[in-house]
């Protein structure tokens, strides 16, 4: 069955700092892969999304990349701000998928 | 455009009540999908709803139910309150059925003591 392996928790960071949260699935066919952040006390917001292998997503100075040899689509910043504090989570949904499967979530301490 | 809303934002029940939640889509999102976050189970699937059908369905009881208006309006219920439901209840919403991209609302937080 598809499945998504995220890296565990919290990352701690200083501002300024190099990110990476490190992501895998397992899934049959072609799925699209995305990264959601929630902040505290709100529901999750779409960060990137790709579609298809060798895609990049990209917002707010975050990306990922769809790598389908390694399964992998890990999260990196080139520099965390103290407002990157949040759980970051990795999902896929296969094509025509109704359903969206999620990484257990990989909670980011950024300190000033 | 308004984004995903819930209500109500904050629950409390005990056990052996039923509760409804409501969620409004994005208007012109005709799916509204519904999940489970707690600690212990992260983020489950409970059921998606399109077009007032129910289209796909998580591992959930039967106690879990849902259903959607001719406005694209959802509500679940749960029925027989246990303890373990206490948990925040996302609503998500999309163009149509099967689209992969979904918008979150707040969620509502239900404390089942």
């Known amino acids: 069955g598809n499945s998504v392996t995220q890296m565990e928790g919290p990352v701690t960071l200083s501002e300024e700092a190099f990110l990476t949260i490190n992501c895998t699935y397992t899934a049959t066919g072609y799925p699209s892969l995305f990264w959601y952040v929630q902040y505290p006390g709100e529901g999750l917001q779409l960060l990137l999304k790709?579609?298809?292998?060798?895609d990049k997503g990209s917002n707010k100075g975050f990306e990922a990349t769809y790598r389908k040899e390694t399964t992998s689509f890990h999260l990196e910043k080139g520099s965390v701000q103290v407002s990157d504090s949040a759980v970051y989570f990795c999902a896929l949904t296969n094509t025509g998928g109704f359903k969206t499967i999620f990484g257990a979530g990989t909670r980011l301490f950024v300190k000033a | 455009k308004a984004g995903v809303t819930q209500t109500p934002r904050y629950l409390i029940k005990t056990r052996g009540q039923q509760v409804t939640l409501s969620c409004s889509p994005i208007?012109?999102?005709?799916?509204v999908s519904w999940y489970q976050q707690t600690p212990g189970q992260g983020l489950q699937f409970l059921f998606e709803?399109?077009?007032?059908?129910?289209?796909n369905k998580g591992n959930f009881p039967g106690r879990f139910s849902g259903r959607q208006f001719s406005n694209s309006r959802s509500e679940m219920n749960v029925s027989t309150l246990e303890l373990g439901d206490s948990a925040l209840y996302l609503c998500?919403?999309?163009?149509?059925?099967?689209?992969?991209?979904?918008?979150f609302g707040p969620g509502t937080r239900l404390l089942v003591l």
């Open positions: 790709a579609t298809k292998a060798d």
């Open positions: 998500a919403s999309s163009l149509n059925t099967g689209e992969e991209t979904q918008y």
């Open positions: 709803y399109f077009s007032e059908t129910q289209r």
């Open positions: 208007s012109g999102h005709r799916s």
